[in-house]
């Protein structure tokens, strides 16, 4: 994802995964709110959970918000870790087929 291609309130996906061989994908919805630089001078980008969002509406309009809020600072550096609906899609395809030719591996506790 290039930040130019995010859009204000739009959905995007962060995928991530559990496993060393990635073949695990956890899909998390998140909406887009804000590009901003924090008084550190640290840039990113604000994204919240897409089922806060719909309850709540945006986490950085207003005074107080609930608990229920999810907010997500990404800096720029991980801005790759966030997609679109077809790269998420491509993503998770890549991930079935790298769980397929690995054995379908489970997830063992250290």
Avoid at 20 to 32: A, K, Q
Avoid at 70 to 78: A, E, I, K, R, T
Avoid at 101 to 109: F, I
Wanted: no cysteine.
């Amino acid at each position: 994802m290039k930040a130019s291609d995010l859009k204000s309130g739009v959905t995007y996906f962060r995928v991530t995964f559990p496993d060393p061989d990635l073949t695990m994908p956890g899909v998390e919805p998140i909406v887009f709110l804000s590009e901003v630089t924090d008084d550190d001078g640290a840039h990113g980008f604000v994204f919240q959970d897409a089922m806060s969002f719909l309850r709540f509406g945006s986490g950085l309009e207003g005074d107080e918000q609930p608990e229920e809020v999810g907010l997500y600072f990404v800096p720029d550096d991980d801005l790759g870790t966030i997609s679109d609906l077809g790269e998420m899609v491509d993503e998770v395809n890549a991930a079935a087929q790298r769980a397929a030719s690995k054995g379908h591996p489970t997830l063992r506790p250290r």
